[in-house]
């Protein structure tokens, strides 16, 4: 096995879309953590295990320049479908440049409007909070993770960590 791996750089650029209609270039964002909940064992003192398919809350934030239609569609107080795609360079081990692609399909439920702050010579910044209830991310074409909290699906590098308690409901 070699010891040289792809050299992931840096984000060359973005875009989101809401239910396929383009909202925002060039934003940054930030995908939910998945953090299960926990239960304490007694194993030589307190041991915390997780508890597969119990996960803490999923929050997505967006933070956007300027005040547009964008901003006003990613502000509706319904569930949203939202779709991330952005692009990173790669340094290959030959020496090479190439470039990769990544997406995100997230299904949302607003959790607050963004407060607005104008101040003369500065842009406009607004920063908007999400509840996510499904999250699914590819990199370069391969499914990285599948969330889906209301539909038991637990994926993660093609395991399906819900199958053996989706078997026994």
């Excluded at 915390?48 to 999923?58: A, C």
């Amino acid at each position: 096995m070699g010891k040289w791996m792809d050299l992931k750089g840096p984000v060359v650029a973005d875009t989101v879309y809401s239910s396929g209609t383009l909202v925002a270039r060039d934003v940054s964002f930030t995908l939910p953590a998945i953090e299960m909940m926990t239960a304490d064992m007694q194993a030589s003192g307190t041991l915390s295990v997780p508890i597969i398919g119990l996960m803490e809350n999923m929050e997505l934030t967006i933070t956007k320049i300027g005040l547009d239609m964008g901003l006003v569609r990613l502000g509706r107080l319904e569930k949203q479908d939202l779709e991330f795609r952005w692009v990173q360079n790669v340094m290959k081990s030959d020496g090479s440049q190439a470039t990769e692609g990544c997406k995100a399909f997230v299904r949302v439920i607003p959790v607050s409007l963004p407060e607005i702050g104008v101040e003369i010579g500065s842009a406009t910044e607004a920063e908007g909070t999400y509840t996510v209830t499904r999250i699914q991310i590819y990199t370069n074409g391969a499914e990285y993770i599948c969330v889906d909290r209301l539909a038991g699906v637990f994926r993660v590098n093609g395991k399906d960590y819900m199958s053996g308690i989706n078997s026994l409901l």
